[in-house]
């Protein structure tokens, strides 16, 4: 007998694994823990018997010769299999692509991938096999790829994602039917925990992302945590956030990031949970954590997670050249083509005083315009970024004050500048000009 299972509080990438699973192997029989998201819940109480199946309490644990293991690589996060860890017996198959964790299940043989769902490595299989999916099949495997990747939107989603969806849609995968299990309607509980989250929520500049923070009290069962983390983290606008569910017994910490330079994965294994680098969980017991040291540990984690190594000194400009605010547009203007660059700054003793950008000179209408001073052109409310920070601050700040270039500032000192083009070089590989 084969098994196919996967990791409680089971989502929909685990839920479609285990079904992928079960269509792959010949024989394979999928055992889905009792505790499932609330999604993967409502689906199974109106399609469980178009599949192949059990509860873990109907596992024949000794008549087992292969079992795989989906979506995740540890025991502790399956149901019911501690029977099987001391047998050297079995044959063990791993489909996972949560690449954060070093997991203890003994793969005979795995397929781990940096991917945005497991189900995609299955469905690649399946399709090199030529494995015949129908509408019901496609669908599942569709909403597991959907919700792990948030319908394709997480930095963790490749190309083989966008293809495997492609494939799905082909085989008739159903988006009304799609849509109902991903968006499901709020409860009234729900949006308590949302309006508590609100009320304070401590922000944090980290490596130069903007992570934010809440500890929430948390006395009753409430439905789906994750979906409301996910949504709060785009409401209040923060690369990551995390929350840390707070109970008597013990406490839950959710975390999602919407950059791909904060991995959730790696910061919740250090807290004994597990994900990818989009989404996590943790559970640590009260008595071993209290919240504030949980926040302690996550900042220590972020704090070590340099993965952004780039830098504003590394892609800034310079020299700078710089103008008296008493110099001539005319002279402005020859400089900026003498030396080819696209703007200078205005600087008296005081200081930088403003920016004349090629974009200035268009001001100029009439002609003894040319000889006025820049300071009467010049923009003056000028935003500056240090050598320490990093890319993504200057792109947030360029976009929140529509401005194209930002001073780059060490001890009072301007020492570089960098403009929307070396944002846009870094970000996308361009060349520069
Ligand atoms: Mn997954």
């Known amino acids: ?141 569709l909403i597991g790829l959907y919700e792990d990747t948030g319908h394709l939107t997480y930095p963790s989603t490749t190309a083989e994602d966008a293809r495997t969806a492609a494939y799905l849609l082909e085989n008739k995968a159903d988006l009304n039917v799609a849509g109902f ?56 606008n923060v690369g990551a956030l995390f929350v840390i569910f707070v109970n008597k017994k013990r406490h839950t910490v959710i975390g999602r990031s919407g950059v791909a330079q904060i991995n959730i994965g790696t910061v919740m294994n250090t807290l004994g949970g597990g994900g990818h680098s989009g989404a996590g969980s943790a559970t640590v017991k009260s008595s071993i954590m209290d919240p504030e040291e949980i926040r302690k540990k996550i900042i220590a984690s972020l704090t070590a997670q340099k993965t952004e190594i780039v830098r504003i000194s590394d892609i800034m400009s310079f020299p700078v050249f710089s103008v008296a605010p008493e110099t001539t547009m005319r002279q402005a203007q020859s400089i900026m083509t003498e030396k080819d660059i696209r703007g200078v700054m205005v600087v008296d003793d005081n200081g930088i005083q403003g920016i004349i950008v090629v974009w200035d000179l268009k001001k100029v209408k009439k002609k003894n315009q040319w000889d006025s001073p820049v300071k009467a052109f010049m923009a003056r409310d000028i935003k500056t970024i240090g050598p320490g920070d990093s890319p993504s601050l200057a792109a947030r700040i360029m976009i929140e004050k529509d401005i194209g270039h930002l001073p780059v500032v060490q001890d009072e000192k301007m020492i570089g500048i960098v403009t929307r083009t070396d944002i846009l070089t870094y970000y996308y590989d361009l060349l520069p000009e």
């Not at 644990?61 to 149901?79: F, G, P």
């Not at 709020?186 to 925990?193: A, G, H, L, P, S």
């Open 1 to 141: 007998m084969l098994i196919a299972t996967t990791h409680k509080n089971t989502d929909f990438d685990a839920l479609a694994s285990v079904i992928a699973a079960t269509l792959l192997y010949p024989g394979c029989v999928g055992v889905i823990p009792k505790m499932t998201n609330r999604n993967v819940d409502q689906f199974l109480s109106t399609h469980k018997t178009a599949f192949n199946l059990i509860l873990p309490g109907e596992v024949q644990h000794d008549e087992l010769t292969k079992l795989i293991v989906v979506d995740t690589d540890q025991w502790h996060r399956l149901d019911r299999m501690e029977k099987l860890r001391d047998r050297d017996d079995l044959d063990i198959d791993i489909w996972d692509h949560h690449m954060a964790s070093k997991g203890d299940i003994p793969a005979t043989w795995s397929c781990k991938e940096h991917i945005g769902a497991t189900v995609s490595l299955l469905v690649r299989r399946m399709r090199e096999k030529g494995i015949t999916l129908n509408a019901l099949d496609s669908t599942v495997l």
């Open 181 to 236: 299990f991903l968006n499901p309607p709020y409860e009234e509980t729900q949006k308590e925990i949302l309006f508590e989250m609100m009320k304070d929520t401590e922000k944090l500049t980290i490596n130069g992302q903007l992570v934010g923070f809440n500890i929430i009290s948390l006395d009753k069962k409430v439905t789906n945590l994750a979906a409301i983390v996910n949504m709060y983290r785009k409401i209040v």
